[in-house]
């Protein structure tokens, strides 16, 4: 009772796991970087604690990142990382896993290491330690964390999970050391061991690539595919924790991958070919989550919900599911030219949800180059039918400093607010009833660029400039009424791209800052920006040398190991039709030869939509 929320550390929620410790053949640690408020909201961790815990002879257990008032008393008092069931220490875990969702929470694992009393390298910790493994969208350039992490999980968790727990209990009977575990793991398809390929780099500091050092391993970590989402295992008695989470409610995952090919965004690469769970599964799955958690929300989770190819119906099922309970339905990543107001408007008869739209860019010629498929007309057209509908607040997410941007672009920003403000005013005009207070929120992020995408070449704006477009911004909105202007840290996301596009070097810096007391960098109130100055400059570190060098194509990546599935190939191409401000159609109009079909049956969406539509 010294601590803020201590019902976060207590245990004992509704459907966690009881298992005995000391009755199973392996103790997996599953660990968040951060609290327990936001990891309880990452449907990630749901389905790996529900994975695991489903094999008898495995039992996970969850660690989370204390508070800084419980880290404190921790400290204080001599007490080591312990996970929620059990309060059992993490160093007594036989792998301790993290999900690495977020570059700035890379301090956070460092500092649940050094809580747990165990050493951050990896050749520093000998056979009576965990073995350290991590997954997660971070992990396709696993590179930064390559001294610290023993083996990365690459692509989806649920089949190569299973794997390497029992390759990990048949070694442990065995007697085996850590390096034999670790030679049997990189034989897995999907498991990256950073230890076994020596980085090489050039007199001029350039990495040129990697030497291995073990046969076994293979020469490029191909990730893992789970194909169909109909017979992989999902959580339908999920934990439900005592307070409140910053995602309280219901979740259903929809699919997997996207087929717009935003030329920006990681996840829509690497997560590719989309695979859809069926309508009837969904409904399935929802209802009895709904009935097992008794929350008061369902959610739908994918890249883009309204892609999904029953959308209609589905959500016409749902809504009656969801009447019968009580319960709102919720549906996140709309698309704007997808968008359909029939769904809309029966969501809105039981509980009227939030409204956010995506337009990413200003202007037609901006979208064109980071391949938004969106015009000014599907934004007016939809805006118009929400406000019609009774929606006086709409959100808009941008995302400045993106290759090609110009103030004209920014100007772009101001202008589809303002058009917003007309579009009610004139709504108004034929419906009065609709009169009342009007907001328009623009939301903007910095462009950071990321591995495994067209713009993995390209350079992101200085410091310095990002502050300027944000001002620049900041007076266009200012001048028109009822919008609201929210936009991300300038510093936090200079950090991120530097651990976005890292190679080994960087985890001396990162340890280094650690040392220097950083933690909860994604946090305002945490984040220091000066001490990870120091710690770069300690370490001769160059931060810009990631962050803003615009990066040749012939250049060798420190993510080259990790095959995405879509090739570097059309990856390069991307990248050139964006210079050349051209388009790429979605898959669904024919295959745009991405790669991935070298890995996985990928749909052929003509026939498939053709089937479907027939069978509507």
Known sequence: MQVAKPAVYMGG????CEKEAGETDLNFGFCFPDTYEIGMSYLGLQIIYH???????VFCQRFF?????????????????????????????????????????????????????????????????????????CSFNPEPLADIIDFFMIGDGEEVLVEVAETAIRHKKEGGTKRGLLEKLARIEGVYVPAFYRPEYGEDGMLTGYEKLYDGAPDRVVKRIVNDMDTVTY??????????VVHDRSVIELFRGCTRGCRFCQAGMICRPVRERSRQKVVEYAEKQLDNTGYDEMSLLSLSTSDYSEIEPLVSDLMKSCRKREAGLSLPSLRLDSFSYEILDEIQKYRKTGLTFAPEAGTQRLRDIINKSITDEHIDAAAEQAIRLGYQHIKLYFMIGLPGETDEDL???????????????????????????????????NFVPKAHTPFQWAA???????????????????????????????????????FARGDRRVCDALIRAFEMGCKFDGWTEHFDYGKWMRAFEETGIRPEFYSERLRDTEEFLPWDLIDSGVTKAYLLKEYRKAQEEAVTPDCREGCTGCGIRRLTECPDYRGSRKEQTEQA
């Open 51 to 57: 994975v695991l815990n489903e094999q008898e002879n």
């Open 13 to 16: 929620e509704l459907y966690s």
């Open 411 to 445: 100007d772009g920003i101001a202008e589809i607010a303002e058009r917003m403000n007309r579009i009610y005013r004139r709504v108004c005009q034929d419906m009065p009833e609709r009169k009342g207070r009007f907001q328009v929120t623009v939301s903007v992020s």
């Open 460 to 498: 992101q704006d200085t410091p310095e400039e990002f502050n300027r477009k944000h001002y620049y911004l900041k007076d266009r909105l200012k001048r028109i009424k009822g919008v609201s202007y929210q936009y991300h840290g300038t510093e936090t996301s200079s950090l991120e791209a530097v």
């Open 65 to 137: 990142a204390p508070g800084t008032d419980m880290e404190a008393l921790m400290r204080q008092n001599g007490l080591p990382l312990f996970s929620v069931e059990k309060k059992q220490p993490a160093a007594e875990m036989d792998i301790l896993g993290f999900t690495l969702q977020y570059e700035l929470s890379f301090t956070n694992i460092l500092n649940m290491l050094n809580l747990a009393g165990i050493p951050l390298r990896s050749r520093d910790r000998g056979e009576e330690y965990p073995v350290i493994a991590a997954g997660g969208n």
């Open 235 to 244: 959580p339908l008695k999920p934990v439900v924790p005592f307070v409140d």
